[in-house]
C-alpha cells in the first residue's frame, strides 16, 4: 500500500503525519517571520543605495564598500542571539527542543522566547484541523500552504506592520490558479473576489484618508483581501470583512484590558484579516447555513 492510500484508510495516522509537518514548518516559518523583514530591508537600503550612488553623503557610507554577509531563509544558521552559539539540530527539534532545554540556550542559559514553540504548536494544530476537513488530497495540500501563510503573514505583521509581497502576492496568483479549476471555487468568482478584496479595502481607506488625513491602513491589507477572495470567490468577502472586525474587537479589547495597551497605538489589521479568512475558508459554509437556520428560515 502506498503513502497516500494509507493516509487516507487511516485518518489517525493522517491526523498524526499532519501534526509532525505542521510541527516541522513552524519551526521554519519561525525562520521566515524573523529573517524576511530583515531581508526585505537591506533590499530597500540597497535600492537606495544604488539610487543616490552618486550623493557624497552616501558614498561615505562604511556599508557601501563591504561586502555585506549573506542573508536569506538558509544563512547564516540559526545562532542565539545572546551569545551567538550556533543551534545545533536537536536543539532546533520543535517544542521538544525547547522543553528539554528548559527554554533556555544550552551555553549561556539566556532565555528562549515561548514565542518559537508556540508559533510551531499553532501550526501543528491548525494543519491537524485542516486535514481532518480536507482529508488527505489536493485540497488538503492547498489548504495547508494557505494556512501557513497566514501564519506568517499574522506574526509579521504584528512585528513589523508589513504584509511583505513576498507572500501575499504568490498567495493571490496561486488562489487563481487552483481555482482556474474550480478547487474551492469558480474560477469568475475567484478573479471578482480578487478585485473586490482589493477595491473594498482600497476605497475604504481613501475615504478614510480623505476625511481625516491619515492613513488608515496598509497597501498590504488590500492584497490579503484579494488574496483570500482569490481563493474563496467574492462571496465569501462580506463574512471575512464581519468575522474580521468582530476579532479585532475582541482582541483589541482584550489587549487594551490585559496589556494597558494605549489607544493611539496603531493595530495590525492583517491578523484580523488572517484570521477571519481561516475561519472563513474552513466553517464558512457551516457558518452562513446557521445563520440563514436561525435568522432568516421561516
Not at 243 to 256: C, K, N, P, R, T
Request: aromatic letters at 10%; hydrophobic letters at 50%.
Amino acid at each position: 500500500m502506498s503513502i497516500v492510500p494509507a493516509l487516507q484508510a487511516y485518518p489517525l495516522l493522517a491526523m498524526a503525519c499532519a501534526l509532525t509537518l505542521g510541527l516541522l514548518v513552524g519551526s521554519f516559518l519561525n525562520v521566515v517571520i524573523f529573517r524576511l523583514p530583515k531581508m526585505m530591508e537591506r533590499d530597500w537600503q540597497n535600492q537606495c543605495r544604488d539610487f543616490l550612488a552618486n550623493d557624497t553623503d552616501i558614498a561615505k557610507l562604511p556599508e557601501q564598500n563591504e561586502k555585506q554577509e549573506s542573508f536569506n531563509l538558509m544563512v547564516p544558521r540559526s545562532r542565539c542571539p545572546s551569545c551567538g552559539h550556533q543551534i545545533r539540530a536537536w536543539e532546533n527539534i520543535p517544542v521538544i527542543s525547547y522543553l528539554v532545554l528548559g527554554g533556555k540556550c544550552s551555553q549561556c542559559k539566556a532565555h528562549i522566547s515561548l514565542r518559537y514553540p508556540s508559533i510551531e504548536l499553532v501550526t501543528g494544530i491548525l494543519s491537524v484541523i485542516v486535514v481532518a476537513y480536507f482529508g488527505v488530497s489536493w485540497n488538503g495540500l492547498a489548504a495547508l500552504v494557505l494556512s501557513w501563510s497566514l501564519i506568517a503573514l499574522t506574526m509579521i505583521d504584528i512585528d513589523t506592520y508589513l504584509l511583505p509581497d513576498d507572500i501575499t502576492l504568490p498567495l493571490l496568483w496561486l488562489g487563481l490558479i487552483l481555482n482556474s479549476g474550480g478547487m474551492f471555487t469558480d474560477l469568475s468568482s475567484a478573479v471578482w473576489g480578487a478585485v473586490a478584496g482589493y477595491m473594498s479595502l482600497w476605497l475604504v481607506y481613501q475615504g478614510f484618508k480623505l476625511v481625516t488625513g491619515k492613513e488608515g491602513m496598509g497597501f498590504g491589507d488590500f492584497k490579503l483581501l484579494a488574496a483570500l477572495g482569490a481563493w474563496m470567490g467574492w462571496q465569501m468577502l462580506p463574512q471575512i470583512i464581519l468575522l474580521s472586525s468582530l476579532v479585532g474587537a475582541i482582541l483589541g479589547v482584550a489587549m487594551m484590558v490585559i496589556r494597558g495597551r494605549d489607544k493611539n497605538i496603531p493595530i495590525p489589521f492583517g491578523p484580523y484579516l488572517a484570521i477571519a479568512g481561516w475561519i472563513a475558508f474552513i466553517w464558512g459554509d457551516t457558518i452562513n447555513q446557521t445563520y440563514l437556520k436561525l435568522f432568516v428560515a421561516p
